[in-house]
């Protein structure tokens, strides 16, 4: 597996802000869980074939743009106060002919329920229940 992108001040993206953002995810599907300590997971894995790597990437781009314009000052452990964190990997399967990413995403209830009102397609998954 190959790390693509890790938070941290090193290597953050931040977008310009005041963009606007069309939230809309096909690619990846998501699952959340809790922990006991009101910490959430928002685990989204997308399995593509090489044509349709690109879009998938960018809809995780644009997940995580949506997070740096909203909680710009809010990034990194949650369990130590903050808003969001994530990881973003990918990996290539069957000789480079699938793509896989996966993006997970740390959040605190303030940053969840920012994103279920950006992300509603997200929560009307009877997966996520």
Same mark, same amino acid.
């Given at each position: ?6 938070g941290g001040?090193?290597?953050?993206r931040?977008p310009?802000m ?7 995810v096909?690619?990846?599907?998501f &699952?959340?869980t809790?922990a ?7 685990e989204?894995?997308?399995s ?6 690109a879009?998938?990437m960018? &809809?995780a781009r644009? $997940?995580l743009?949506?997070?740096?314009q909203q909680f710009?000052d ?5 369990? &130590?106060g903050?808003?969001w964190?994530?990881?973003?990997q990918?990996?290539?399967e069957e000789g480079g002919?699938?793509?896989?990413? $996966?993006?997970?995403l740390?959040a ?6 920012a994103f279920a009102r950006?992300?509603? &397609? $997200?929560f ?6």
């Amino acid at each position: 597996m190959s790390l693509v992108e890790a938070g941290g001040p090193d290597n953050a993206r931040r977008p310009v802000m005041g963009a606007t953002f069309a939230c809309t995810v096909q690619y990846l599907l998501f &699952e959340q869980t809790e922990a006991t300590d009101g910490v959430f997971t928002l685990e989204a894995m997308a399995s593509t074939p090489a044509a349709q790597h690109a879009a998938a990437m960018a &809809e995780a781009r644009q $997940v995580l743009d949506w997070a740096w314009q909203q909680f710009p000052d809010a990034h990194g452990p949650v369990d &130590e106060g903050m808003d969001w964190d994530h990881d973003l990997q990918q990996t290539t399967e069957e000789g480079g002919r699938w793509h896989v990413v $996966v993006l997970t995403l740390t959040a605190s209830p303030r940053f969840l329920d920012a994103f279920a009102r950006a992300f509603p &397609e $997200v929560f009307n998954d009877p997966s996520l229940s």
